[in-house]
């Protein structure tokens, strides 16, 4: 089955800088790569996806990036804000019934502190 | 409506009590999802609901029993739970099976004494 591998674990940045979060994968067969942004006590909302066909995407301060060939695909976030700070996890799943890499497989997760 | 609600949002239950968990979504989506995750981890799926069918198991224990009555509600019953089974449940929805865009509710934090 699919692994995502996410890292760093812990990311601590100033106010206005940059935070990077990288995720591998390992079924080249995985075309959808969401980026999910989690609250405490809350649950994971969606923030920016990408599929297999294309190399980038972008929506406002967030990017997201994927390097099919290499299999890993990066969350960048410029100008962090205070209200940036939760936990971000990856994910990868097929976007098509068959197997059990249809189902969303996560990373582990990055704790993301941004320090006023 | 953008959303999945869930209910209650804090349960503790005790090993021998029955309880169920609700979650409702009224956008349309097709494919529901339960997911328990633990503290500081990722969520693990549990099971799938395709047009008000199960469609996938995880392999989790019977005291957890999904039900899907329409195509806009999706329950957990759960009876005789051990203190192991704390944790955040969440429910999710999507338009399809294996579709983009998954939409996560704010889950139910379950404590099991």
């Known amino acids: 089955g699919e692994n995502v591998e996410q890292h760093p674990s812990t990311l601590s940045v100033q106010e206005g800088d940059s935070a990077v979060i990288k995720c591998t994968y390992s079924?080249?067969?995985?075309?959808?790569f969401p980026w999910y942004k989690q609250e405490l006590g809350k649950g994971p909302q969606l923030i920016i996806d990408?599929?297999?066909?294309?190399g980038e995407k972008k929506d406002q301060r967030i990017a997201v990036t994927l390097n099919k060939t290499a299999k890993h695909f990066s969350l960048h976030i410029t100008e962090t804000q205070p209200e940036d700070s939760a936990v971000y996890f990856c994910?990868?799943?097929?976007?098509?019934?068959?197997?059990?890499?249809?189902?969303?497989?996560f990373g582990k997760g990055t704790l993301l502190t941004v320090n006023p | 409506d953008t959303e999945v609600t869930q209910t209650p949002k804090h349960l503790v239950m005790g090993m021998t009590n029955k309880k169920s968990l609700k979650c409702e979504q009224h956008?349309?989506?097709?494919?529901m999802y339960w997911y328990k995750q633990k503290a500081k981890k990722p969520p693990e799926l549990m099971f799938v609901?395709?047009?008000?069918?199960?469609?996938i198991n995880e392999s989790v224990p019977s005291r957890f029993s999904p039900e899907c009555p329409n195509s806009s509600l999706l329950n957990l019953h759960l009876h005789a739970l051990q203190p192991e089974d704390s944790a955040l449940y969440l429910c999710?929805?999507?338009?399809?099976?294996?579709?983009?865009?998954?939409?996560f509710g704010s889950g139910t934090r379950l404590t099991v004494v």
């Open positions: 999710a929805s999507s338009q399809q099976l294996a579709n983009y865009g998954y939409t």
């Open positions: 079924d080249s067969a995985s075309n959808y």
């Open positions: 990408i599929r297999s066909n294309v």
């Open positions: 994910a990868a799943s097929m976007t098509a019934y068959g197997g059990s890499n249809y189902k969303l497989t």
């Open positions: 956008m349309g989506h097709r494919a």
């Open positions: 609901y395709s047009y008000e069918k199960l469609s």
